[in-house]
């Protein structure tokens, strides 16, 4: 029996966190935000990949590493830490997960191997399934998509597309359709990319091998839930971390701020709260591949447990840190920014504890 | 990551399970330990049987203290952890009665195992296993609850005896015991934490006199102690003269790892489900109430992360290297505050009935959920209060300062 990341799981993280150590500054991340920079996300992207992350779940039939949820979720939770301005939950999770799973042999063949590579870069379209509101709903009758997808995940230089409908039909379009709309959406997060896809009676390309999609759609969205939750993990974990740093050089009163018991308590009551959700998380993940009763529940659960918990210590960091907390000099905020998108992306806490109620018959 | 205890341990948990089989419905009377009621009180129990004969037949299996040697009345088995956790689990599935455990065993014995002669093992070990002897803590005194170590509890070796003079106070237990292990100031011009030491008292030493401490569930669980020049011998000390602070720490931090059990936590949030699905207000379910629903599904989040928790620290003890320092000291903390949310959910979830009590109609469960909602407010201040698990968190576990010293404290 062993419960955690293995040796080599947290000597892939130690990688990834020391790469992004290195490029992703809170300098660099400033100078992207100007446009004085304007190279750092073709960096994070080469860099990352050279390292593995966009062929992690692919099939090793198909130039994949064929690495398991956890393994998958324990990079993102190193992506959160270094709020890295890299498209990995939709590009190069969800995105070969439902390839993978609804691709004929021939799909597979065309996309998968691209994707290994980081050639073939997908922004992915749930809000049919997950997030439907007035603003979006997409129609697919005749062989054509009509109508807009918001909170397009990874749009970022994307080759293609990848739409999920409300028959949970998923298509792939090229990024370069004529009759394709990208709408750039601004949100508090500026290292992570969303837009607004409109449809003009696209025609698609349809994964199709008989499987049940609804089930896999649900089962990718989960994935993505765990893989949300693990980001804002990593992200909480480093806010936890510069605030125990900045309470050892602060002094205030004559003291170190963190001799203080109020600010003490407030670093205490974060770690007692972040630290559980390493297991919470790590079960879900493992229950993604093994335990597939409980995967549903645990995706529903480890996400809203995340998102509050992730919040709470948002809010407490910042304050840790007083004045400086709240500059843009000092760059705490791109991880409350991350915190605070990753809670709302594929249902809001409250949205999922509806949901995971009502999978359990209550 | 790997869930399984592998298959040599499937005979034993067969063992087990053939073992529960035979001793379904069993029901264990004369507990000095309100342990969870579990049995069906409408269900005529198939075996009746006193807790000392249980605790017996527990003990001659193996199914507990299991890893105490034979020539102390243990089972003399392997240190086995992984056999531990089957047995809880089978005997939970089963709603069988695990062994009595309470401060003489779950303390007092894995203090003598490390820190005792082997006097003192061959006396007290045996006694405490079979519930002949119960024991209890003498610890916290009206001046020092959370400054424990400044105890002023006095004892002076005077020939070859102790001479105790004092008071003790949150003592649970003490007017059923037999034994009490106590700190006690016997160097008093030593430094605070040097000048303590463990001592084993007879209860029925002339001297002692104990008083119940009625608290706020009304409920008389613990007592006062008053010491008026007890006198018991000088070898009833464990470890040397000075060196009890370091003994009894060796128990404190067990005490506090067991607060924080997923698996009673589970059976309790099962529980209030029930309840919830249960009251109807207005014609409607309170577990249908979005709002309700929704404190409800919280306390569920968090009972996956304590359950999931639960995993990774047992992992930490089967396999070295890994690092659960701060993941061990949150769990007091955390276990304490979630139960107590989980009780004040089911309270609200009753609204006006919520706050029936001591045999009142339309009173449901006994009462228990009012008790347990005041009785876990108890257990977040014992033990070490949140704001003192706060510090050692901060402190131990994050590496922030210490607070400066007062002078001439």
Redesign the interface.
């Known amino acids: 029996?062993?419960?955690?990341?293995?040796e080599e799981q947290q000597f892939f993280q130690e990688s990834i966190n020391k790469f992004l150590e290195d490029n992703v500054t809170v300098d660099a991340l400033k100078a992207y935000r100007t446009g004085e920079n304007k190279v750092l996300t073709k960096t994070v992207y080469n860099g990352l990949n050279e390292l593995g992350l966009s062929s992690l779940i692919v099939p090793e039939a198909f130039g994949g590493l064929g690495l398991d949820s956890?393994f998958a979720i324990s990079v993102s939770e190193s992506l959160g830490k270094g709020v890295a301005p890299y498209p990995f939950i939709g590009s190069f999770l969800i995105a070969p997960f439902l390839i993978d799973q609804l691709g004929n042999e021939s799909q597979k063949e065309k996309y998968l191997p691209g994707i290994a590579t980081g050639e073939n870069r997908f922004g992915v379209a749930l809000s049919e399934i997950t997030g439907r509101r007035i603003d979006s709903s997409i129609e697919y009758s005749k062989q054509r998509l009509n109508g807009s997808s918001l909170f397009v995940m990874d749009d970022i230089e994307c080759t293609h597309y990848l739409i999920v409908d409300s028959d949970a039909g998923v298509h792939i379009i090229d990024a370069s359709n004529v009759n394709l709309e990208r709408v750039h959406l601004n949100t508090v997060d500026v290292t992570s990319f969303v837009s607004e896809l409109i449809f003009n009676g696209i025609e698609t390309e349809v994964l199709n091998n008989d499987s049940d999609n609804i089930e896999i759609v649900n089962q990718a969205i989960d994935l993505g839930r765990i893989a949300l939750a693990a980001n804002t993990l990593g992200a909480a974990q480093c806010m936890l971390d510069q605030s125990?740093e900045y309470?050892?050089e602060r002094k205030q009163f004559g003291?170190?701020i963190?001799?203080?018991?109020a600010?003490?308590?407030m670093?205490?009551?974060m770690?007692?709260?972040l630290?559980?959700?390493?297991?919470?998380v790590?079960?879900a993940a493992?229950a993604m591949d093994?335990i597939p009763g409980e995967s549903h529940l645990?995706a529903c659960?480890?996400k809203?447990?995340l998102s509050?918990v992730g919040a709470s210590i948002a809010k407490t960091a910042t304050e840790v840190h007083g004045g400086m907390g709240f500059t843009d000099d000092l760059g705490l905020h791109y991880w409350f920014k991350r915190i605070g998108l990753n809670r709302q992306l594929l249902g809001s806490p409250?949205l999922l504890?509806?949901e995971?109620?009502k999978a359990q018959g209550? | 990551?790997?869930?399984?205890?592998?298959n040599e341990y499937e005979d034993f948990r067969n063992e087990v399970k053939a073992f529960c089989e035979e001793f379904n419905g069993i029901h264990v009377t004369g507990s000095l330990y309100n342990y969870e009621s579990v049995i069906d009180p409408n269900e005529k129990p198939k075996i009746e049987m006193n807790v000392k004969e249980w605790q017996k037949v527990l003990i001659d299996k193996g199914y507990h203290v299991r890893h105490i040697p034979k020539e102390y009345g243990g089972f003399g088995g392997e240190l086995d952890i992984?056999k531990n956790v089957i047995i809880t689990e089978e005997f939970s599935k089963s709603k069988i009665p695990t062994g009595v455990g309470g401060q003489g065993i779950d303390f007092l014995v894995p203090t003598l195992m490390e820190m005792g002669t082997e006097e003192q093992r061959q006396k007290y070990i045996r006694p405490a296993l079979y519930l002949d002897d119960i024991w209890c803590q003498g610890y916290s005194e009206p001046n020092a609850g959370s400054d424990l170590a400044s105890l002023q509890t006095k004892g002076e070796l005077v020939g070859d005896e102790w001479i105790i003079n004092g008071q003790k106070i949150w003592t649970s237990t003490a007017k059923y015991a037999q034994m009490m292990f106590c700190l006690v100031r016997t160097e008093p011009n030593a430094p605070k934490h040097q000048g303590i030491s463990y001592l084993l008292i007879p209860m029925d030493t002339p001297g002692i006199e104990v008083r119940p401490l009625v608290d706020m569930t009304l409920d008389a669980g613990f007592n006062e102690v008053f010491f008026t020049d007890v006198r018991i011998p000088a070898e009833n000390i464990v470890g040397k003269r000075g060196q009890g602070w370091l003994v009894a720490n060796k128990t404190l931090v067990h005490e506090r790892g067991s607060l924080g059990d997923p698996n009673k936590m589970i059976r309790r949030y099962d529980k209030l489900?029930n309840l919830m699905k249960s009251e109807i207000l207005d014609g409607v379910r309170i577990?249908d109430k979005?709002v309700y629903?929704?404190r409800?599904?919280?306390i569920?989040?968090?009972i996956?992360?304590?359950?999931?928790?639960?995993?990774?620290l047992?992992?930490g003890r089967?396999?070295k290297g890994?690092d659960l320092n701060?993941?061990t000291m949150?769990v007091k903390?955390?276990g304490t505050e979630m139960r107590y949310e989980l009780e004040s959910l089911a309270i609200d979830a009753m609204g006006e009935i919520g706050t029936l009590y001591e045999n009142s109609p339309h009173l449901r469960d006994n009462g228990g959920w009012q008790y347990a909602y005041m009785y876990y407010l108890g257990l977040i201040i014992g033990g070490g209060t949140s704001?003192i698990?706060?510090?050692i968190?901060?402190?131990r576990?994050?590496?922030?300062?210490?607070?400066?010293k007062i002078q001439g404290v």
């Open positions: 029996m062993y419960f955690g990341l293995s956890l125990i309470a050892k003291r170190q963190g001799s203080f018991q600010v003490k308590h670093c205490a009551q770690a007692s709260d630290e559980p959700c390493y297991s919470l790590w079960y493992h093994h645990m659960q480890a809203a447990h509050e409250d504890r509806e995971a109620a209550i | 990551m790997n869930l399984d205890f592998g992984v489900v577990i979005p629903r929704d409800l599904m919280k569920q989040g968090k996956l992360a304590l359950k999931s928790h639960g995993l990774r047992l992992s089967l396999n890994q701060l993941a949150i903390l955390y704001q698990q706060k510090n968190i901060s402190e576990g994050l590496g922030l300062p210490k607070e400066p």
